[in-house]
């Protein structure tokens, strides 16, 4: 049963520190998404990747924030240095985006943040 | 910014009732997905109606679609409690793969 493995699933961590979150792709997917919800702004696209290749990252901030795919079992997303404000639930997405013009997403479980 | 809107942002249905849920957008799209999210999990694709198409059925889901309108519906018919969660749509507009997610509707359905 393929799926979106996403690690940890919870972190509490404090101000200033820095926290990696950790994503496997389905394998054979080419695209990967990592969002962040949260109550009040809902589902953000903070950015994604094609064939490991960063296609967008506007919805991120680029100061404290960095994504990458050191392969393409693994996609990362990095926040240095934390902060309360970026206390959310992160989800990453992976799907085939290609001729058949369907682009069906599927996210893991997702992880929970919270900056104290 | 999210494109899709979705109305209602709450709907408590009893189990049995059909429920209807709706979404607008603003740009042309290639496709209109719907996916539903359970508490603590992440959202799970349920039914995609393609630009050309007005209307799709899966199981108890119906989807409609309206560009002109630019808008489209699900309707959930004899919802169960297991059926409680939230729905988002999400429009496909050929922007190398993104989807635009709405805010959602929160469904519950009381035994």
């Known amino acids: 049963d393929a799926r979106v493995t996403q690690t940890p699933r919870h972190k509490v961590t404090e101000m200033g520190q820095e926290v990696t979150m950790r994503c496997q792709p389905i394998?054979?997917?080419?695209?990967v998404f990592w969002y962040r919800q949260t109550m009040m702004q809902g589902l953000e696209l903070l950015a994604y990747?094609?064939?490991?290749?960063?296609?967008?990252d506007s919805g991120m901030p680029k100061d404290r924030f960095s994504a990458e795919m050191p392969d393409a079992t693994l996609a990362t997303l990095k926040i240095q240095p934390s902060e309360p404000r970026d206390s959310a639930v992160y989800f990453c997405?992976?799907?085939?985006?290609?001729?058949?013009?369907?682009?069906?997403?599927?996210f893991g479980a997702g992880t929970r943040l919270s900056v104290l | 910014s999210q494109q899709g809107e979705e109305d209602p942002q709450a709907l408590s249905i009893q189990e049995g009732e059909n429920a209807t849920m709706n979404c607008s957008y603003k740009?042309?799209?290639?496709?209109l997905q719907w996916y539903r999210q359970n508490s603590g999990r992440g959202l799970v694709h349920l039914i995609l109606?393609?630009?050309?198409?007005r209307e799709k059925h899966s199981g108890r889901l119906r989807v409609t679609l309206d560009t002109s309108k630019k808008s489209s519906s699900l309707l959930i018919t004899a919802s169960r409690a297991a059926d409680t969660a939230s729905y988002f749509c999400a429009t496909d507009g050929n922007q190398g793969g993104k989807l635009i997610f709405g805010q959602g509707t929160e469904l519950s359905v009381k035994p």
């Open positions: 997405a992976s799907g085939f985006v290609g001729t058949l013009d369907k682009n069906i997403q599927y």
């Open positions: 990747f094609r064939n490991r290749a960063p296609l967008d």
């Open positions: 740009t042309s799209i290639n496709n």
């Open positions: 109606i393609r630009s050309n198409e």
């Open positions: 394998l054979g997917h080419n695209t």
